[in-house]
C-alpha cells in the first residue's frame, strides 16, 4: 500500500492482521462453496427450468445462515405481467442501538451457458486450472455473494459480538434476465433494505492484483432522427441533380454530431476530465480491435474519453438494402443514435440538447423529425465521503498495491435504481471480477487469489465502518 492511501484513512482500530489469518483460513472451504453454488444452473429467463432458480436461492439461504445470520427470507414481487419475479434472498442482522446499517447487494442468477461447444469445460461443473475457477457464475456473481457471506464469517469469528454494525444481505434473483421486477421490488420492501452505505459486490477490478473501486458510470439517452426530402420517391434519373436523396442528406445531419476531432458536437452536454490513468493508446487500440491507420477521436485521456466525457454512435438505420437498392431518390431515411452520458448529467437535458441540435441543422431545409428513446441516469460516487474512503484503504490493505478508482462507460441501471431510491445511502460499487473474467461469455473464470483479497477487503471495509461508527 502506498503513503498515498495511508494518508488518506489513519489507521484505526480495525484487527487487519486477525482478519488477514481468518479469511484465509477458512479460504479453502470458500471456494468449495463457490463450487458448489456454480454447480446449480439458476437462471431467470423464461426459456430455463425456474426449479432451477428456487434451488439456487435455497442454497444461498443456506450459506448465509451458515454465516451466522439467522433472519433469513426469501423474497419476490410480481412483474408487470402479473407472473412472479426472480426469488431475492434478504438477510438481516439488526445494528446495535446507534449503528448504521450496510447493505451488501449481490446476485445469485447467472447468465445462460450459451454456445456448450466454445466451452472447454462443462459451464455447471466448476473446474480450478492456473489459479483461476472456471464455470458460469464463478466470477459474476456467485463470487460476489461468498466475497459477502465470506467477509461477515471473518467478522463473526474475529470480532464476534464485538461487531455492532447492522447488516442486510440483498442477493437478487434476476439480475442477467434484466432485473425486471428491481424497482418494484426496492419499493415494496424499502423499509427491509435501507441502509447508510451499500455495498454493490458485481463490478471488476482494474486488473489481476490492482483491486478498483468503480466511481462512475455513464448515463445513456438513445432516439430516432427522420429525415423527410419529397412526398414519395421518384426516378433519380429524371428527377436527380436538383433534389439530393434522404438518406445523403441524413448522413449530412449524422455528420454535424460531432466536431472535425470526434468529440461529441452537441452544444449544453456535460464533459469533464479524468484523473490520467494507466490506459495507454496503444492498449484501447488492442483492446477495441482499431484497425491500423484509424485515428481515434475526441480529446483528453482515454479514460476521459470512455467515462466523463459524452460519447455518441449510430446503432442502426432503416434505409433500403444494398440488395433491395434501385435508381431512385429515396424520400425518407432514420438513423438510431445511442449518446453516452457523463456522470452528472441529466437525461433530460440531454435529450433536449439533443433535440435543439437537430432542430438547428437542417441541411438543404430537409424534414428533420425527432423521436426520443430510453434514458437512463449516470452515477458517481463522492470519493470523498467516508465510506469511499474507507473502501479505498480496505482494497490497498487487502491487495497490498495501490486501488484504482475506476470508471465505467456503461452503465448499471440498477444503480440508478438504487441511488434514486436510496438518496442518502452511500454506494459502493465493488467486485470480484478482472478483464480476463469473461463474464456472460464462454469459458468464465474468476481469479482465486483475487477472491481471497476481495473477501478479505470486504471484511476490512465493513470492520473500520463498524471501529468509525463506535468512535
Ligand atoms: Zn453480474
Redesign the pocket.
Known sequence: MSEDTQKRVPALDVPVEGLRASVKGNFAATVAELVELVAIPGIAWDAFDPAELERSADAVAALVRSAGIDDVQILRVDKEDGTPGGPAVVARRPAQPGRPTVLLY??HDVQPPGDRALWKTDPFTAVEKDGRMYGRGAA??KA?ILAHVGSLRALREVLGEDFGLGVTLFIEGE??AGSPTFRTFLQTYRELLSADVIVVA?SSNWKVGVPALTTSLRGLVDGTIEVRTAAHAVHSGMFGGPLLDAPTLLARVIATLHDDDGSVAIAGLVAGDHAAIGYPEEAFRADAAVLDGVRLAGTGSITSRLWTKPALSIIGMDIPSIALSSNTLLPVARAKFSLRLAPGQDPQAAMDAVAEHLRTHTPFGAQVTFVPGEMGQSFATDTTAPAALSALWAMGTAWGVEPVESGMGGSIPFIADLNELFPEAQILVTGVEDPDSR?HSANESLHLGDFEHAILAEALLLARLDADSRA
Open positions: 449481490a446476485h459474476d456473481d460476489g439480475e442477467e458485481d463474464a
